[in-house]
T-cell receptor
Framework: EPEVTQTPSHQVTQMGQEVILRCVPISNHLYFYWYRQILGQKVEFLVSFYNNEISEKSEIFDDQFSVERPDGSNFTLKIRSTKLEDSAMYFC????????????FGDGTRLSIL | RKEVEQDPGPFNVPEGATVAFNCTYSNSASQSFFWYRQDCRKEPKLLMSVYSSGNEDGRFTAQLNRASQYISLLIRDSKLSDSATYLCVVNRGYGGATNKLIFGTGTLLAVQP
């Protein structure tokens, strides 16, 4: 069964540094999503992306965050200047279309900000 | 009020028990509903979608009551391997180019031998 894959599995970064989290969505999927989960808290929506532009973003997704699909396969989340509170699990998901079908998640990147 | 509310648990049950999880959602425009399961420090994995007619998958039964904005999950004959956090998830889906999932905080299930 096709899967969403994410790299790296764990990223440790100094506060103030830039990080890029990478995702390879399921091929032929057109809609892409990032979510995050701070330890001990619920999963929260960050952003959805379609047709090379953001279709929706949450309040969490401020100017420090950006997303990009630099080529035909990768979907990236960049945090420009990391803060301690950015420490979390970041999950990527994709869907083939905008219908109300479930999203399947990659196994996540654990981001630790020191 | 939280958009998706669940009892956080933990639910401690013996093997073989039947356990029920409940969830309420506040946005009546919500389009679709799911139960996911999450093991410690892992990604959420889809357990099942939830339909108004109710649906069953082996030992798992899900129900949706749109009028009450209430979702349930029943696990029969629980196994040790069912121990996990169960996430109630709602797709707000206003239409257009959005397909945002809203997660509950999850209910922790611990099945005891």
């Amino acid at each position: 069964e096709p899967e969403v894959t994410q790299t790296p599995s764990h990223q440790v970064t100094q506060m103030g540094q830039e990080v890029i989290l990478r995702c390879v969505p399921i091929s032929n999927h057109l809609y892409f999503y990032w979510y995050r989960q701070i330890l001990g808290q619920k999963v929260e929506f960050l952003v959805s992306f379609y047709n090379n532009e953001i279709s929706e973003k949450s309040e969490i997704f401020d100017d420090q965050f950006s997303v990009e699909r630099p080529d035909g396969s990768n979907f990236t989340l960049k945090i420009r200047s990391t803060k301690l509170e950015d420490s979390a699990m970041y999950f990527c998901a994709s869907t083939p279309d905008i219908s109300n079908q479930p999203q399947h998640f990659g196994d996540g990147t654990r981001l630790s900000i020191l | 009020r939280k958009e998706v509310e669940q009892d956080p648990g933990p639910f401690n049950v013996p093997e073989g028990a039947t356990v029920a999880f409940n969830c309420t959602y506040s946005n009546s425009a919500s389009q679709s509903f799911f139960w996911y399961r999450q093991d410690c420090r892992k990604e959420p994995k889809l357990l099942m979608s939830v339909y108004s007619s109710g649906n069953e998958d082996g030992r798992f039964t899900a129900q949706l009551n749109r009028a009450s904005q209430y979702i349930s999950l029943l696990i029969r004959d629980s196994k040790l391997s069912d121990s996990a956090t169960y996430l109630c998830v709602v797709n707000r889906g206003y239409g257009g180019a959005t397909n945002k999932l809203i997660f509950g905080t999850g209910t922790l299930l611990a099945v005891q031998p």
